[in-house]
């Protein structure tokens, strides 16, 4: 899987224990509306934020993480993470190619490429939420 976008938050090295630590990253999509994603880097990885910075658009692979924990009292709970492994910089618009999710996605077949409705009715209730 991979985020793409702008990063907007680099955090410092996080040394959660002496055998292990994590640097975050917010990565912010580019999109009607704009998403903005917590993405840790752990161990080695953590260096590989070291020469990005605040507004380079970017791409990061990553992996979706869930984990399960038992609370003393017996309560079950869920946790998700996103855990990046590469991440990537994106050309920029003024280099001729954008990293726009608009051109990363497959072209839009013609409009003559569907049937038309043929029984449609606008007087008639849908249960559409929209």
Do not use: C
Not at 6 to 35: C, D, G, H, M, W
Not at 61 to 86: A, H
Not at 109 to 119: L, R, S
């Amino acid at each position: 899987m991979e985020v793409i976008g702008k990063i907007k938050v680099i955090n410092p090295i996080q040394e959660v224990s002496a055998s292990f630590k994590k640097r975050e990253l917010v990565v912010t999509t580019e999109e009607q509306y704009p998403q903005h994603i917590l993405i840790e880097f752990t161990q080695a990885r953590v260096d590989d934020l070291n020469s990005y910075q605040v507004g380079e658009p970017v791409k990061v692979s990553i992996n979706l993480r869930g984990r399960e924990w038992v609370s003393p009292q017996g309560e079950t709970r869920y946790f998700n993470s996103i855990q990046g492994w590469r991440i990537e910089r994106m050309a920029t618009a003024s280099s001729g190619t954008s990293a726009s999710s608009a051109q990363m996605m497959p072209p839009m077949p013609a409009a003559d490429a569907f049937e038309p409705a043929t029984n449609f009715n606008e007087e008639e209730h849908d249960d559409l939420p929209f």
